[in-house]
């Protein structure tokens, strides 16, 4: 783990020319955050074979980790042994070693009011993709048409569940399809409805950079059910993973493509083998990549959501209550991110104006 954090360091001064620092200007960093399950134990070694398939020892647990969007590198993953663990206690604590001013997108599988709230609380933006069936009041309309609705609401319309803070609602239709995002970045002249969609759209990049982990550089065959053992594996595939991720950020920057236009999949396979011919895959690739296909038109998609003309945006009155006492439900697993006796609603109101970083 020290070695990975080294190393990490090391490659965040050699590449800082490449990173992406144009996403999200006003916020100190973007990252992601997300949790993944580890495949079962493959009885490969004699002594794994006695246990029956399917025992909870042959469950390596999960991992969850922080990804930095703008350098595409993990900054921290926490290993849980138990991989039905409730994660959004590893996630604050990943949380509270970012930046304040950070910008942190998850997915559904940490929506909820009280998380948002602390998120707000300690002082980091974020963005989050609507959850259905959820109920809310609408605050303030910036924008509204027959397909579009930019506007503040309280999350929460019943007694049950309330958040403490409005939040930003954005919604728009793209052919047959309804997209939905929340964040707590409330004034849309610093961060307009396109950029949200643009932006939460990144949070697919921990999907594929946990993806390159376990697949690309085979984490799903977990050797041994010894969880030193584990670890050490766990450690040096993301050791591995950054040096390679870190080589196709440069390749992009000095190739002067998007980063998913470098195929992950054929550096894995060519980068170490070029290495050992002692060629440099930085210079092959960016001279040679287009013709031999590491440089090729990224599939990903992209959401093209629609523009707002700023003068069509009508402002946030003056005054405006913007934060009241909250009410979280008590649901099994809740997790719990206040004291009970800490009213930090009657002392704090969230920003409507992003600050300088």
């Given at each position: 783990q020290?070695l990975f954090?080294?190393?990490t360091?090391?490659?965040a001064?050699r590449?800082a020319?490449y990173?992406?620092?144009?996403?999200?200007?006003f916020?100190?960093?973007?990252?992601?955050i997300d949790?993944?399950?580890?495949?079962k134990?493959?009885?490969?070694?004699?002594?794994l074979?006695k246990?029956?398939?399917?025992d909870s020892?042959?469950?390596?647990g999960?991992m969850?980790?922080?990804?930095?969007?703008?350098?595409q590198q993990?900054?921290e993953?926490?290993h849980l042994p138990?991989?039905?663990?409730?994660?959004?206690?590893a996630?604050?604590?990943?949380?509270?070693q970012l930046?304040?001013?950070s910008?942190l997108?998850?997915?559904?599988?940490f929506?909820?009011f009280a998380?948002?709230d602390?998120l707000t609380?300690q002082?980091?933006?974020?963005?989050?993709?609507?959850?259905?069936?959820?109920?809310?009041?609408?605050?303030h309309?910036?924008y509204?048409?027959?397909?579009t609705?930019?506007?503040l609401?309280?999350l929460?319309?019943?007694?049950?569940?309330?958040?403490?803070?409005?939040?930003?609602?954005?919604?728009f239709?793209?052919?047959?399809?309804?997209f939905q995002?929340l964040?707590n970045?409330?004034?849309?002249?610093i961060?307009p409805?396109?950029?949200i969609?643009?932006?939460?759209a990144r949070?697919?990049?921990?999907?594929?950079?946990?993806?390159?982990?376990?697949q690309?550089l085979?984490l799903?065959?977990i050797?041994?059910?010894?969880?030193?053992i584990i670890?050490l594996q766990?450690?040096a595939?993301?050791?591995?993973s950054?040096i390679?991720q870190?080589i196709?950020?440069?390749?992009?920057g000095l190739?002067e493509?998007d980063?998913?236009?470098?195929?992950?999949?054929?550096?894995?396979?060519?980068?170490?083998?070029l290495t050992l011919?002692?060629k440099?895959p930085?210079?092959m690739i960016v001279?040679?990549g287009?013709?031999?296909?590491?440089?090729r038109?990224?599939?990903r998609?992209?959401?093209q959501a629609?523009i707002?003309?700023?003068?069509?945006?009508?402002?946030?009155?003056?005054g405006?209550?913007l934060v009241?006492?909250p009410?979280y439900?008590?649901?099994?697993g809740?997790t719990?991110?206040?004291?009970?006796?800490f009213k930090?609603w009657?002392?704090?109101?969230?920003?409507?104006?992003?600050p300088a970083?």
């Amino acid at each position: 783990q020290n070695l990975f954090h080294q190393i990490t360091h090391a490659l965040a001064e050699r590449f800082a020319p490449y990173a992406q620092n144009q996403l999200a200007k006003f916020a100190a960093g973007v990252y992601a955050i997300d949790g993944s399950t580890l495949d079962k134990v493959g009885r490969y070694l004699p002594a794994l074979r006695k246990i029956p398939d399917g025992d909870s020892q042959l469950l390596p647990g999960k991992m969850v980790g922080l990804f930095d969007i703008r350098s595409q590198q993990w900054c921290e993953m926490v290993h849980l042994p138990n991989p039905h663990q409730n994660d959004k206690v590893a996630a604050r604590e990943l949380a509270d070693q970012l930046p304040r001013g950070s910008l942190l997108l998850a997915d559904l599988g940490f929506f909820g009011f009280a998380w948002f709230d602390y998120l707000t609380f300690q002082g980091y933006w974020w963005i989050s993709r609507w959850r259905d069936k959820t109920s809310f009041e609408i605050v303030h309309t910036f924008y509204e048409d027959a397909t579009t609705f930019d506007g503040l609401i309280w999350l929460g319309k019943y007694r049950a569940d309330k958040a403490a803070f409005t939040v930003r609602l954005v919604r728009f239709t793209v052919g047959q399809t309804q997209f939905q995002y929340l964040t707590n970045v409330l004034d849309p002249w610093i961060l307009p409805l396109q950029e949200i969609a643009q932006l939460y759209a990144r949070r697919w990049d921990i999907e594929m950079a946990f993806r390159m982990v376990k697949q690309y550089l085979k984490l799903h065959l977990i050797w041994s059910a010894k969880q030193d053992i584990i670890l050490l594996q766990v450690w040096a595939v993301l050791i591995i993973s950054q040096i390679l991720q870190a080589i196709r950020l440069e390749i992009a920057g000095l190739a002067e493509v998007d980063p998913f236009d470098v195929s992950l999949p054929l550096l894995v396979q060519y980068v170490p083998q070029l290495t050992l011919e002692n060629k440099n895959p930085v210079e092959m690739i960016v001279r040679d990549g287009r013709e031999l296909g590491f440089i090729r038109p990224s599939r990903r998609i992209r959401i093209q959501a629609p523009i707002i003309a700023e003068d069509q945006i009508r402002p946030l009155p003056e005054g405006m209550k913007l934060v009241r006492c909250p009410r979280y439900a008590k649901r099994k697993g809740t997790t719990s991110y206040f004291p009970p006796e800490f009213k930090f609603w009657e002392t704090f109101q969230p920003p409507t104006r992003v600050p300088a970083t």
